[in-house]
């Protein structure tokens, strides 16, 4: 399967404790877009790359929040401090932006559940 | 954060009814996309629109972008069993523009089909 992938697909952590989201697009796309879903709400944009830039953060992403895309491929998601209000869907997007068109492609997300 | 305006919320129909839903914003986009998601998964894309007035068919899902570059709307014809699911709009500003990168989305359709 070359679709996005993401892992791990669930997390149960206590308040106060560090975690990382690892993502890794489709093969050769070269933006790859963090967003965030909680329950009854669409996905909401929080930041993206192009190639190992970071190119835009929203103001969803918090001092406690860190991403990397270090060579370009996978991206890490980090949440450091944990808070309940932190429990949500983090999915992950990739796209091909060199084409006249984009198209975000989703993987199948992280389940982050903060007790 | 931003959010389209999606409806309706949810729909509860019989197995071989058409169904309709749109998507409205008070702001321009230059793609809009269609996406399915299951409970615990991401978002599948269903159709993608590039340009105003262009209605697109994928199967049994027709969509639609409205002239306003405002609006789109997606119809399912004779639904079944596996159409049910939740239905997000999703509109981006532009691919090439600083910052308009993001997708937005509405806050969803639930579909519920009797059999």
């Known amino acids: 399967d070359t679709g996005v992938s993401q892992d791990p697909r669930h997390k149960i952590t206590k308040r106060g404790q560090n975690v990382t989201f690892r993502c890794d697009p489709i093969?050769?796309?070269?933006?790859l877009y963090w967003y965030r879903q909680t329950l009854g709400q669409g996905p909401e944009f929080l930041t993206y790359f192009q190639n190992e830039a970071q190119l835009e953060k929203s103001r969803l992403l918090s001092d406690r929040f860190s991403a990397e895309r270090p060579k370009g491929s996978f991206s890490t998601l980090e949440i450091q401090r944990t808070e309940q209000g932190d429990s949500a869907m983090y999915l992950c997007?990739?796209?091909?932006?060199?084409?006249?068109?984009?198209?975000?492609?989703f993987g199948p997300g992280t389940r982050l559940l903060v007790l | 954060g931003q959010q389209l305006n999606q409806s309706p919320q949810s729909m509860f129909i019989q197995e071989g009814e058409d169904v309709s839903m749109n998507c409205t914003s008070s702001s321009i986009f230059n793609t809009w996309l269609w996406y399915k998601q299951d409970p615990g998964e991401g978002p599948v894309l269903l159709i993608a629109?590039?340009?105003?007035?262009e209605l697109t068919s994928n199967g049994r899902l027709t969509a639609q972008f409205g002239i306003t570059r405002k609006d789109s709307f997606l119809n399912i014809s004779a639904s079944i069993p596996s159409d049910v699911g939740i239905y997000f709009c999703?509109?981006?500003?532009?691919?090439?523009?600083?910052?308009?990168?993001?997708?937005?989305f509405g806050q969803g359709t639930r579909l519920t089909i009797n059999p």
């Open positions: 997007a990739s796209s091909l932006a060199m084409a006249i068109q984009e198209t975000q492609y």
């Open positions: 629109l590039y340009k105003a007035g």
């Open positions: 093969s050769e796309h070269n933006r």
């Open positions: 999703a509109g981006q500003l532009g691919f090439l523009i600083q910052g308009a990168q993001k997708l937005v």
